[in-house]
């Protein structure tokens, strides 16, 4: 059985590992930290071109709790702001011509990423009416950090708020986590009306997304190491042997046949922002300086470089790999993109 | 530290126990006491509130820049400790210290000084509340074939007080247990708080039981379905393989165990919060109580005594791993 060892936790690191792992790999995935991906929106703005794993992210979605619709979609972000995307979860965005004419804006006292007049006032200016229904409903300053609605008092209290607004659809802070997302439905169904999650960044979209991706990546099989991170490499040649591994007060050394690094950008502790320049944080790889191509890693095909050679069995994917930036936001897409790619690449071996 | 790499993202403020608790509304929280504090002194201004963190790693294993936030913590917590008068249940326990050389003051008489070249150390939590633990704990290391002392000579390792500033206090018991424990050449811990700080401060070599069992034929003592209590200063400061460990071991000894989502948050118990903000502690670990019961299970197994003393006194029936599990003969 071919054997990887994936190291990153987000979602290059966690589809890679998903993929592999139903691939036949036998996969170990380590990694420490939130990575970006859990900071996201949970939305891809783009489709790139090569879509031979949409249906493989579609299906673990779907059966997450938390399907995905694709298409030119549109919502609205926790401040009011227009959102479009390519693919979202079903209940955030709507599809083109099937926009509401007038949003409720749900209001929860302290919860930071929504804020109803703000955003109400922003809608209006770009399309459907907008009006703010204050709950009597008073959550902590930290609530959107921490999922508090499990209780079923919070529940009543927002499918009453829900029930006296008459219009076309009703937008919600991100208030339900993966484990809580059957709460949605509930809602939907109580209240009868059409619900809508406000594009959230920075809040429970983006862990809900990586938890999927946690989720199906365990099912298959792979082998889950959290709270370490790689230290070193033993190299033999062209050819990557070990890894030493750093996990609280111990460290421990594991043999590698193939290696995926995943491990992020430069603005999680991923690739090392020293001074003006990027560095491996195991100086072992090439690295190129941002540019046309976005800094990271040096690759021929998601495969890693050292000095004059290309490595015969390490590949990367993600942020911590050079790549072509395309607009703002598109970093979810291009890492399960770049996953994908490193995966095929992987299976050619 | 390098608090200039704090991204703003809230990962630790997610992540933290005591800000997730209805009654920890109060704490400024990890990265107010932990990276904003350090930069900017008036910060210190925040009083005992500072002091509101079970030092339970989670902030420091959220955070996306691996900031040391434990650490910076325990340094504005040294620097408050000279401005702000100690909390009354930590001002206790200096006391204690400085009477009896633990922080809580024990009964157990059972030491065994014939010169093993293997120490077990207890703990002061575990010598002063869970006597029960000590001898069953003892007792595995005999049928394990460890040979070892309990030595009334090793006193508290000094942790709970570098978290409640007492550096002296901390340094006088250094020197007084590094002499007793040079006689050793092994250490055996059952409070995953001593192992980290015997290991990281002392540098002597230092294992808790869970990494005595790895590879060992062990069979189970628990009767019914159990769940796990897997103390964060295991998990998040030891390292996540000696937690591993202790899931491996029951598995392989049969336990049958019962996994809830939040079996490896804390109980409350640690940093100083047992005896500075009972309250607190207390409704960490009844948040955590409720969720062991609606798991139906007989009881709960951890290996750390502040996590079986916060849970017990919540009324859960509370194993330490050494009470859990025996070798096979």
């Not at chain 1, 790999?25 to 900071?39: C, E, Q």
């Not at chain 2, 247990?177 to 006689?183: D, I, Q, R």
């Not at chain 2, 050449?185 to 059952?190: A, D, F, K, Q």
């Amino acid at each position: 059985m071919r054997r990887a060892l994936v190291i990153g936790l987000g979602a290059a690191g966690l589809m890679a590992g998903y993929m592999l792992a139903r691939r036949g790999w036998k996969v170990t995935a380590l990694g420490r930290g939130t990575p970006a991906s859990a900071m996201s929106t949970g939305c891809l703005r783009s489709l790139p071109p090569e879509r031979g794993w949409l249906e493989e992210l579609k299906a673990l979605f779907l059966s997450a709790g938390l399907p995905m619709s694709e298409g030119p979609r549109t919502g609205v972000t926790n401040l009011g702001t227009r959102f479009d995307c390519r693919l979202s979860p079903s209940i955030s965005t709507w599809e083109e011509g099937s926009g509401p004419r007038s949003i409720a804006v749900l209001g929860v006292r302290g919860h930071p990423s929504l804020r109803p007049a703000l955003a109400a006032s922003m809608i209006s200016s770009w399309g459907p009416r907008a009006r703010t229904v204050p709950l009597d409903l008073e959550v902590p300053a930290e609530a959107s950090l921490c999922p508090l609605f499990r209780d079923d008092a919070h529940l009543d209290l927002l499918v009453e708020g829900i029930q006296a607004t008459s219009e076309d659809a009703v937008l919600l802070p991100a208030l339900f986590s993966l484990p809580g997302i059957g709460r949605w439905k509930e809602l939907e169904r109580r209240s009868g009306r059409r619900l809508l999650e406000a594009v959230t960044p920075l809040g429970v979209p983006g862990q809900r997304f990586v938890e999927v991706l946690e989720q199906g990546a365990k099912r298959t099989g792979v082998e889950m190491w959290p709270g370490r991170r790689a230290v070193s490499l033993e190299l033999d040649g062209a050819k990557v042997t070990a890894a030493e591994v750093q996990g609280g007060t111990e460290r421990r050394t594991m043999e590698v046949d193939t290696l995926l690094l995943a491990t992020g950008g430069a603005l999680v502790d991923g690739v090392l922002w020293k001074g003006q320049h990027l560095e491996d944080p195991l100086s072992t790889f090439v690295m190129v300086q941002d540019g046309a191509e976005g800094g990271g890693y040096d690759h021929v095909d998601e495969r890693l470089l050292i000095e004059g050679e290309r490595i015969i069995n390490a590949f990367g994917a993600g942020d911590c790999l050079a790549y072509s930036q395309g607009r703002y936001g598109d970093g979810l897409a291009h890492a399960i993109a770049s996953a994908w790619r490193a995966v095929r690449a992987m299976e050619g071996l | 530290m390098n608090e200039n790499r704090c991204i703003k993202c809230g990962s630790c403020l997610r992540a933290c126990p005591v800000l997730n608790d209805p009654t920890g509304r109060t704490f400024p929280g990890p990265r107010t006491t932990g990276v904003d504090a350090p930069r900017f002194p008036e910060r210190l201004s925040m009083g005992t509130a500072a002091l509101m963190c079970t030092m339970c790693h989670a902030c420091e294993w959220a955070c996306p820049s691996s900031l040391p936030l434990t650490r910076s913590m325990l340094l504005t917590r040294e620097e408050m400790s000279k401005a702000v008068p100690p909390l009354e249940g930590h001002q206790r326990m200096r006391e204690s210290v400085r009477h009896t050389g633990r922080t809580v003051d024990t009964d157990f008489r059972e030491w065994r000084e014939e010169g093993a070249k293997v120490l077990y150390f207890p703990g002061c939590i575990g010598l002063g509340r869970l006597p029960d633990m000590v001898r069953d704990t003892s007792r595995l290391l005999d049928e394990l074939g460890i040979e070892h002392d309990i030595s009334s000579k090793a006193l508290c390792c000094g942790s709970p007080l570098l978290k409640v500033g007492a550096l002296e206090e901390a340094e006088m018991l250094h020197r007084h247990n590094a002499e007793v424990l040079s006689s050793y050449e092994t250490i055996i811990t059952s409070c995953p708080g001593c192992t980290y700080h015997l290991r990281e401060v002392y540098g002597v070599r230092v294992s808790h039981v869970v990494e005595l069992l790895e590879g060992k034929e062990l069979r189970s003592e628990a009767e019914g379905v159990w769940a796990l209590q897997v103390p964060c200063h295991l998990k998040r400061g030891v390292g996540p393989w000696a937690a591993e460990g202790m899931v491996n071991a029951l598995e392989g000894a049969g336990t049958r165990l019962s996994r809830i989502p939040d079996e490896d948050s804390c109980c409350g118990g640690g940093g100083g919060m047992l005896s500075g903000f009972p309250g607190i502690a207390s409704s960490i670990a009844r948040s955590k109580a409720t969720s062991y019961r609606r798991a139906a299970v007989s009881g709960v197994i951890t290996a750390c005594p502040f996590c079986a003393l916060s849970l017990r006194r919540q009324g859960l029936t509370v194993l330490d791993i050494s009470q859990a599990i025996r070798p096979r003969r």
